[in-house]
């Protein structure tokens, strides 16, 4: 059975920065997409950043410049680098896993708190 391990998150200052880390049970060659999403309290789920099997990226607009997401098939890992965090960062973050953007597979998911 496929598992998906958030790691990484907490509290920070805005301006600073975080790096989360999923790690997937078994290999990650089998999902074409990996994806980081959050979610606050009252809002939906929201895709923040993709990568490919092919390592296209895709962000959405108000992330764009301040996160990176990348992806070590070598570690059954992906990462989202997040930097010059706002408050309005602040969510859950949860990783997720699919042959498409009808994820398959999801983590538990990690608290990133941004202070003013």
């Known amino acids: 059975q496929v598992q998906l391990v958030e790691s990484g998150g907490g509290l920070v200052q805005a301006g600073g920065s975080l790096r989360l880390s999923c790690t997937v049970s078994?290999?990650?060659?089998?999902?074409?997409?990996l994806g980081w999403y959050r979610q606050s309290p009252g809002t939906q789920r929201e895709l923040v950043a993709s990568?490919?099997?092919?390592?296209?990226?895709r962000y959405r607009d108000s992330v764009r410049g301040r996160f990176t997401i990348s992806r070590d098939n070598a570690k059954n890992t992906v990462y989202l680098q997040m930097n010059s965090l706002k408050p309005e960062d602040t969510a859950v973050y949860y990783c997720?896993?699919?042959?498409?953007?009808?994820?398959?597979?999801w983590g538990q998911g990690t608290q990133v708190t941004v202070s003013s």
């Open positions: 997720a896993a699919g042959p498409g953007y009808d994820m398959q597979y």
């Open positions: 078994g290999s990650i060659f089998g999902f074409n997409i």
């Open positions: 990568i490919t099997s092919g390592r296209t990226t």
